[in-house]
């Protein structure tokens, strides 16, 4: 195997000890797997990643730490042995430090959360999330119906984008949204698993009069993860997107609450390198 092969078979490894088995991760089989000394191995992590593999390890333990504490009535004492910490005390040492809040304090369900996803040797992105009760909120704008075959929304999304700025529909939603908070959404709505195909929306939160070939859809009051995406679009929200389908929607134990998926792009400058669009997943919080 190559050395990226051989790392990504590693981070497989490590991941599937830390979510599954819970156990210590051991340094013969790294080197087994790497066919050289863990030394050596740890020297070429550090120089392909910028990171060593000491600090990507306590990373993800933080990180699947922050899940366990939103989403289970775990002690903090029993999270803290679970990932391999001597004593509650070191555990919340290294939290506060990680994620600027304690234990205690991240349960709070404003409380924004760090997150670095299980790395993918050729990209890494961390994202800032949060869990947010919105009131119900009506959404008015178009609507097209694309395929999924061979990942082909990933296109025909972006180009609906492109389209609705060009037929002056970008405009007519920016002069009629009164939210608090301006910025446009992107509605993923009903899925045909028979054709493959999703309905998908460009919408904006509005209480004025439903223009003459607009659509409109109402919001129930909700609970949202919300996750933050940095950089230009579309790459920023699609990278997110990925992020989410390998690893968060599938890991994360809340429950799917029956709401639209939805995209949030911010006013200002979509090209920036620092540009805020979100990701707003509808959950069910269990009592």
């Known amino acids: 195997m190559e050395w990226n092969e051989k790392l990504q078979v590693i981070i497989d490894y490590a991941e599937n000890h830390l979510q599954r088995k819970e156990e210590v991760i051991d340094s013969e089989k790294i080197s087994k797997i790497a066919e050289c000394s863990f030394g050596f191995f740890q020297k070429v992590f550090s120089y392909m990643n910028g990171i060593s593999f000491a600090e990507y390890i306590r990373s993800r333990k933080l990180t699947l730490a922050g899940y366990d504490l939103k989403s289970t009535d775990l002690k903090v004492i029993d999270i803290s042995y679970k990932y391999g910490y001597d004593s509650p005390t070191s ?93 446009i959404f992107g509605l993923f709505g009903a899925y045909d698993e028979q054709l493959n195909e999703i309905e998908y929306s460009i919408m904006a939160i509005s209480d004025r009069e439903l223009p003459q070939g607009f659509t409109e859809i109402n919001i129930p009051t909700a609970t949202w993860a919300i996750f933050d995406c940095r950089g230009s679009v579309p790459q920023a929200i699609q990278k997110g997107w990925q992020y989410l389908n390998e690893e968060w929607l599938v890991k994360y134990p809340f429950k799917h609450a029956q709401c639209p998926e939805v995209e949030w792009y911010s006013n200002g400058n979509v090209y920036d390198s620092n540009y805020l669009s979100q990701i707003w997943i509808p959950i069910i919080e269990e009592e």
């Not at 349960?107 to 299980?118: M, S, T």
């Not at 050729?122 to 999330?129: G, K, T």
């Not at 180009?159 to 002069?175: H, P, T, V, Y």
Request: with cysteine; proline share 4%.
């Open 91 to 183: 555990f919340t040492k290294a939290f506060q430090l990680f994620h600027g809040v304690s234990p205690r304090e991240a349960r709070n369900p404003n409380v924004i959360l760090k997150v670095v996803p299980k790395m993918q040797i050729l990209e890494r992105h961390e994202y800032s999330w949060k869990l947010e009760q919105k009131e119900s909120f009506r959404l008015v704008g178009k609507s097209i119906v694309v395929s999924c075959e061979n990942n082909l929304h990933f296109k025909k999304i972006p180009e609906f984008w492109n389209e609705c700025q060009r037929n002056g529909i970008f405009a007519k939603l920016i002069s009629i949204d009164t939210a608090t908070q301006k910025g």
